[in-house]
């Protein structure tokens, strides 16, 4: 299953983490390309820096190709420390019918649609994550065997 992973940039570490976890335990294809940025303690807006426009406007590009190309949207919440990406993130996942997981406590409205699957917390076992998973990839229909 291909897994876009939506968090705050200063919970990438976090979401690394969990990342290496799927690919390991459920053989998932992670296509969060923000989890490869080189320089991972550099948060620019958090800085109070603005990077150049078109800098933003190619990495957001990129994160709405990886959202598109993806299954299922799982995002970590619990924090206060982003500037909203996650959130772009998480509505755009809504906005193409896909499925997603809040992996954290609910925050706001839009995190109880009916769309959203709910994970308690981050420390919620993996197991449960695992099953929400699992019960998302029965649905999603199988490609036909291509015809040689």
């Not at 969990?18 to 459920?26: C, D, F, T, V």
């Not at 426009?53 to 590009?61: I, L, P, S, T």
């Not at 998973?133 to 291509?146: C, D, M, R, S, V």
Request: proline share 6%.
């Amino acid at each position: 299953m291909k897994i876009y992973i939506a968090a705050s940039y200063p919970r990438q570490a976090e979401a690394i983490k969990l990342a290496y976890k799927l690919m390991k335990h459920r053989g998932d294809v992670i296509t969060s390309g923000w989890l490869e940025q080189e320089d991972k303690n550099a948060n620019p807006c958090a800085e109070g820096r603005t990077p150049p426009v078109h800098e933003q406007r190619n990495k957001a590009e990129r994160d709405l190709g990886h959202i598109e190309i993806a299954d299922v949207l799982i995002m970590i919440t619990g924090d206060n420390l982003s500037g909203g990406g996650r959130r772009t993130e998480y509505g755009f996942a809504l906005g193409l019918r896909k499925p997603v997981i809040i992996y954290g406590p609910k925050e706001i409205i839009f995190d109880s649609v009916d769309a959203a699957r709910h994970v308690d917390d981050i420390n919620t076992p993996f197991t449960h994550l695992c099953k929400q998973l699992k019960t998302i990839e029965e649905k999603i229909p199988q490609a036909a065997p291509e015809e040689e």
